[in-house]
């Protein structure tokens, strides 16, 4: 595609309940990452694929996220039992390989009531 | 393990002269700079691996000395579109890729 797509744009649920967040990323991207930013804050980088795998997952906040990529291509990142303070802007980028220009989708705003 | 940034916040009027930099405590292999605008997804600026290089394009350029742990980013004749939050990520290296952001540097152009 043209560039990285999620979706949905908006997400709101009910503490307690699973969401799933989908990232789309530019055709031909080996490198996919996911990061969280709460409101005012930083970037909270979560987890890096290069094709399918994830070599490092100590990223994710807790055993409620996890996340998978098949096909080398499309990403789902699931949270259960949402809480709270997992209120935030999923944001997922991609690159060509790792260690290159990352370009970012326009992100998942994710509220938690 | 959270790099620091420095300053926290910056204003200029256009054509003025910025660095923002980014420490930290641990061994790095490379830093990752980016820009965001209020309301927008981050734009990947660059990315500086060890060696002590020195990058940029346009006006805006950076340093990353290793032995310092220490990257710099340099705005020069700053324009209006220069303004927003800067963010500056290191990855320590190795098998597993992990960056770690640090808190910002939040950039006002003003006329």
């Known amino acids: 595609g043209a560039g990285v797509s999620q979706s949905p744009s908006n997400k709101v649920t009910e503490k307690g309940k699973d969401v799933e967040l989908r990232c789309d990323p530019i055709s031909g991207h080996t490198a996919l990452y996911w990061y969280r930013q709460s409101l005012g804050q930083g970037l909270e980088f979560l987890i890096y694929f290069q094709g399918n795998s994830a070599p490092d997952k100590s990223g994710l906040p807790s055993d409620r996220f996890s996340a998978e990529r098949t096909g080398g291509s499309v990403s789902t990142l699931t949270i259960q039992r949402t809480q709270q303070e997992d209120s935030a802007v999923y944001l997922c980028?991609?690159?060509?390989?790792?260690?290159?220009?990352?370009?970012f989708g326009p992100g998942t705003r994710l509220l938690v009531l | 393990q959270q790099p620091v940034q420095s300053p926290q916040a910056v204003i200029l009027r256009e054509g003025e002269d910025a660095v923002i930099n980014c420490s930290s405590s641990k061994a790095l292999y490379s830093v990752h700079w980016y820009r965001q605008k209020h309301g927008e997804a981050p734009v990947f600026l660059m990315i500086l691996l060890k060696g002590g290089e020195q990058k940029g394009h346009d006006k805006i350029s950076a340093s990353f000395n290793e032995k310092k742990q220490q990257s710099s980013l340099y705005l020069t004749a700053s324009q209006l579109s220069y303004s927003g939050t800067y963010f500056c990520?290191?990855?320590?290296?190795?098998?597993?890729?992990?960056?770690?952001f640090g808190k910002g540097t939040l950039l006002t152009v003003n006329p």
């Open positions: 990520g290191t990855e320590k290296g190795g098998s597993n890729y992990k960056l770690t």
């Open positions: 980028a991609s690159s060509r390989e790792a260690l290159e220009t990352q370009y």
